[in-house]
């Protein structure tokens, strides 16, 4: 089975709830690259991922984020929903603002795939510049926001959310 088929198996054919982090330190949002999804074969997005049944999102943003990156985080205001559907996948994502209380960055796993078919490659902190040079379609559709200055969000606005959010 390739990484691909567990990805469809596991989160394929079904909508799934998820919570997704934006954190931002030193003028940098952290994303993670993840094989195997998007129309080239990679995705950087914001750490996240399903809420499980009995938890809440909060809780849920809190264990991915630390799965993922290895960060813990204290999680913030809900500043937009976006809705993703990329064929098998289908996802209402909440975004919430987080900040960073603890641990150190690094790439981390997927619990529900095994070591043979982890589809995270990489972790790290991202200025606007470098977000500006991934093409589009290596990017979660939320970034076409800041791109686009009359968007919902740019980018100035997403550094400002804490004083900024949407209710």
Same mark, same amino acid.
């Given at each position: 089975?390739?990484?691909?088929?567990?990805?469809?198996?596991?989160?394929?054919?079904?909508?799934?709830?998820?919570?997704?982090? &934006?954190? $931002?330190? =030193?003028? +940098?949002?952290?994303?993670?690259?993840?094989?195997?999804?998007?129309? =080239?074969?990679? @995705? %950087?997005?914001?750490?996240?991922?399903?809420?499980?049944?009995?938890?809440? !999102? !909060?809780?849920?943003?809190?264990?991915?984020?630390? *799965?993922?990156?290895?960060?813990?985080? *204290?999680?913030?205001?809900?500043?937009? &929903?976006? *809705?993703?559907?990329?064929?098998? @996948?289908? !996802? $209402?994502?909440?975004?919430?603002?987080?900040?960073?209380?603890?641990?150190?960055?690094?790439?981390?796993?997927?619990?529900?795939?095994?070591?043979?078919?982890? $589809?995270? /490659? +990489?972790?790290?902190?991202?200025?606007? /510049? *470098? $977000?500006? !040079?991934?093409?589009?379609?290596?990017?979660?559709?939320?970034?076409? %926001?800041?791109?686009?200055? +009359?968007?919902?969000?740019?980018?100035?606005?997403?550094?400002?959310?804490?004083?900024?959010?949407?209710?």
């Amino acid at each position: 089975m390739t990484n691909s088929d567990s990805i469809k198996e596991l989160y394929g054919g079904k909508i799934r709830v998820r919570a997704c982090g &934006i954190l $931002i330190k =030193n003028n +940098e949002l952290v994303l993670v690259k993840h094989n195997e999804i998007g129309k =080239n074969g990679f @995705l %950087w997005i914001p750490p996240g991922g399903g809420i499980e049944f009995g938890e809440t !999102a !909060a809780e849920g943003l809190k264990r991915e984020f630390l *799965e993922e990156t290895g960060l813990e985080v *204290e999680v913030q205001n809900l500043i937009f &929903i976006n *809705e993703l559907i990329d064929d098998p @996948l289908h !996802a $209402i994502e909440l975004f919430f603002l987080v900040n960073h209380v603890g641990g150190q960055l690094m790439t981390g796993k997927d619990p529900e795939l095994g070591d043979g078919e982890q $589809i995270i /490659s +990489e972790v790290k902190f991202v200025s606007e /510049s *470098e $977000i500006n !040079a991934i093409h589009h379609e290596n990017l979660h559709k939320v970034f076409g %926001w800041l791109k686009n200055k +009359e968007g919902l969000i740019s980018f100035d606005s997403l550094l400002n959310l804490e004083v900024k959010y949407l209710n």
